[in-house]
């Protein structure tokens, strides 16, 4: 599998079940502000807390083929096997399909992710142990602390002023390599310096 970086934003996702596992991963693709529906007979006490937020919607019933066809991405999780093999052999091959707990099932595999900022880590063993998977999350959460937050948003305006600036190719990757260094990340003031500076070649261009 290619892991891939997907905007979610107001994009349909359908969800088929309706108990802790379904919760869970609503819960993460509602923090992508995705347009999430959730199908099942019954719900658990954690899907129905989400019902009560935006950009959730309940259906109490049994999922269908058809309620997918217009979801960009389809989570099936009903904590039945069969009804999740039946379900996914009703949908079209190029749908993106997440059968829980069943990586060989689906196209689509939900990485274990470290977000700091703009800088986004995502690790999966593809369904092989989801414990290393786990294990793995928490190394880089200590790894990964809270630092990286402010740094990687410096990177990013960083990076804009650079490219609009009017200096040479090899110039600007110079910066661009220089302010990998560590010392910008542990040093908030070097890197409002830094921008400052950066800011001023950008403004040179626009005059």
Avoid at 19 to 35: D, F, M, P, S, T
Avoid at 90 to 118: I, K, M, W, Y
Avoid at 138 to 157: P, R
Wanted: aromatic share 6%; with cysteine.
């Amino acid at each position: 599998m290619q892991p891939l970086i997907i905007d979610l934003k107001d994009r349909s996702v359908v969800i088929a079940g309706g108990g802790r596992i379904a919760a869970r991963k609503a819960r993460v693709l509602g923090g992508e502000q995705a347009a999430i529906t959730i199908i099942a007979p019954q719900f658990s006490e954690e899907v129905l807390a989400l019902a009560e937020e935006p950009g959730y919607r309940l259906i109490e019933r049994k999922a269908v083929a058809e309620d997918f066809a217009e979801a960009l991405l389809v989570v099936l999780a009903t904590n039945d096997h069969e009804a999740n093999q039946a379900l996914r052999a009703a949908l079209p091959a190029h749908q993106l399909v997440c059968v829980v707990d069943e990586a060989n099932s689906g196209n689509v595999l939900f990485p274990a992710t470290v977000r700091r900022g703009n800088l986004q880590i995502a690790v999966t063993s593809s369904g092989a142990s989801p414990k290393l998977t786990r294990k793995l999350k928490k190394e880089l959460e200590h790894q990964f602390d809270a630092s990286w937050i402010v740094y990687s948003d410096f990177l990013g305006k960083a990076r804009e002023f650079v490219l609009r600036s009017d200096l040479g190719f090899e110039q600007k990757q110079d910066i661009l390599l220089e302010i990998l260094d560590d010392r910008y990340r542990l040093n908030e003031l070097l890197c409002d310096e830094k921008l400052l500076e950066l800011e001023k070649l950008s403004k040179k261009v626009s005059r």
